[in-house]
């Protein structure tokens, strides 16, 4: 709502800034009139658009972002997300359980929409200790510490045809053994949570097929695999903190970007900007629940088993909230006027195949093949 306000409140100011240069004290009274009824009708859009969003069972966007201060343990938490997104949901549920293990005595404070800064420089303050804890997607965490670099395995297009089969591999073997990859780092990583499948938004046209992305500026993640999928799809890909995602795509510097349908609904309101949406699902994108080491460390040997138990119990609760955000968002944003354009996925699955064979993303073969043994299955 704050959003539309100012954009409103900037075209009453312009229209009346305008009428000061006028002649008349008519000509003033008239344009800001005209920028009255300007900032009504945007308020009532924004109304309507607010209303639009529909809350799905689960959602935090009516919880208090910080834990009670009855509490003597507050975890400082960033997420890039707003309060209606899903990361914010999986962090509600593990203060709820930790809240409840604890007998109220450990709580979290959650900072949401980048308040605490990117993803990157969120991965980095928590491995200081001088933030406690973040969700954050897979993006930056193959460029984050060597130890993590064979994480990029998970960024390839297509790796995973549903999320079923995503959940058996890194609540499996391989998701365990790169949870442990974070040993050593300074960060803690306790449990997958689900970003969902990413999807390609654009403001220009409909994107059916591979070769309709070619010369399109795509903003992705700071992820190598990810910007190399969408150089061979033919597309300028524009590694960018998410943060600025939203004034870059108002002000077309870029043309789109690729998120999964709740981030862009719940988490970022980005189908303000985005009349179109490819459902191409090139990416199913994990996240993960960290905590600073030292934080973890500094806790009764109780205190860290809660901790880790609060994570197990929030990580299914929070993967459901994103599966119910993403069946909403569709509806909600098809229901807005977005153009959802379905796809041939054999086309896409064809086009990203090169991806695979580049050598310069470090992809490590032996996890890839103890992956596609649970995916081929
Ligand atoms: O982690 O940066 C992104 O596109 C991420 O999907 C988002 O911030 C949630």
């Known amino acids: 709502m704050k959003k539309f306000i100012s954009l409103a409140l900037v075209a009453a100011m312009t229209a009346s800034l305008a009428a000061c240069g006028g ?11 005209e920028a009255e009824t300007e900032s009504a009708a945007a308020e009532s859009t924004a109304a309507a658009a607010e209303t639009s969003m529909t809350m799905v069972e689960g959602s935090a966007a009516n ?21 209606t997104g ?3 949901a999986g962090l509600v549920a593990f203060r709820n359980h930790l809240e409840e293990m604890s007998d109220g005595d450990m709580t979290v404070d959650i900072y949401p929409s980048s308040a605490l800064g990117n993803e990157s420089d969120m991965l980095d303050a928590v491995s200081t200790g001088t933030q406690d804890m973040l969700v954050t997607s897979t993006g930056p965490i193959p460029a984050f510490a060597n130890a993590t670099a064979n994480w990029a395995v998970l960024d390839l297009p297509y790796l995973f045809p549903t999320a079923e089969t995503a959940y058996e591999v890194l609540d499996g073997e391989v998701g365990q053994f790169l949870l442990g990859e974070f040993d050593g780092t300074g960060v803690k990583a306790l449990a997958f949570f689900e970003n969902g499948y990413r999807c390609t938004t654009n403001s220009k046209k409909e994107i059916v ?6 010369g399109m500026k795509i903003r992705t993640m700071e992820n190598k695999v990810h910007m190399a999928t969408y150089t061979v799809l033919g597309a300028t890909p524009t590694a960018m903190a998410m943060g600025e995602v939203f004034s870059a795509l108002q ?16 988490g970022n309101k980005l189908h303000e900007v985005q009349p179109y949406m490819t459902e191409n699902n090139i990416f199913y994108s994990p996240a993960v629940l960290c905590i600073s080491q030292d934080v973890f460390d500094g806790l009764t040997e109780e205190q860290q088993g809660w901790v880790i138990e609060s994570a197990k119990l929030a990580k299914d609760e929070q993967r459901a909230v994103e599966q119910r955000m993403a069946v909403q968002a569709r509806k909600d ?4 006027g977005i153009i959802i354009s379905d796809i041939d996925q054999d086309e896409w699955i064809e086009a990203t195949k090169p991806v695979y064979d580049d050598g310069s993303l470090g992809i490590d073969a032996d996890l890839l093949a103890k992956i596609q043994a649970v995916t081929n299955k």
């Open 333 to 336: 944003m098809e229901a807005y």
């Open 209 to 214: 097929h591979p070769d309709d992305l070619k």
């Open 251 to 266: 002000q077309g510097t870029i043309d789109g970007q690729e998120n999964p349908f709740s981030i862009i609904y719940y």
């Open 23 to 33: 002649s008349s004290t008519a000509t003033t009274t008239a344009a800001a009139s």
């Open 63 to 83: 919880e208090d972002p910080l834990g009670p201060s009855t509490a003597s343990i507050h975890f400082k938490a960033g997420i890039t997300n707003a309060m």
């Open 86 to 88: 899903a990361y914010a």
